[in-house]
């Protein structure tokens, strides 16, 4: 029951770190409707937003660090902070075409965190799957 609990505990703080991110896509796309003046500089770098505390300073890297999903995560992690700040920066530039293609791929770098956080805690959302079978 413990073990469950401190599981719980940890699903929530990567989510909460997920909600943080599409916050930040949110506000990009807020930008483009005319709905929002942030500034590309407002945009967090990926080591200043929770799932950056999470990935550098927190309780990722003390429990991660040495899985390859884990250390897949840092490149599309900063693609998608990049993506926000460039889409941006080219929508007000004028430039919608490079503001739309940074937008795909804030897109796409995001789903392949989402991707990776998924994997990498499965074994937390799905415990029985995850323990060994024990021989019968």
Not at 50 to 56: A, E, F, V
Not at 100 to 128: C, D, F, K, T, Y
Request: aromatic share 6%; charged share 25%.
């Amino acid at each position: 029951m413990e073990q469950a609990v401190v599981d719980a505990a940890r699903l929530s703080t990567v989510e909460l770190a997920n909600i943080e991110e599409l916050q930040l896509k949110l506000e990009v796309y807020k930008v483009f409707m005319d709905q929002s003046s942030i500034r590309a500089e407002q945009i967090p770098d990926e080591t200043q937003c929770r799932l950056g505390q999470w990935y550098y300073q927190g309780e990722g890297k003390a429990l991660y660090a040495g899985q390859a999903d884990y250390r897949a995560l840092e490149s599309p992690h900063q693609a998608m902070h990049r993506g926000a700040r460039d889409a941006i920066r080219h929508y007000y530039a004028g430039d919608h075409d490079k503001a739309l293609q940074a937008l795909q791929q804030m897109e796409q770098a995001n789903l392949s965190v989402l991707r990776g956080i998924e994997g990498m805690l499965a074994p937390l959302r799905e415990p029985e799957r995850a323990a060994p079978r024990r021989a019968a």
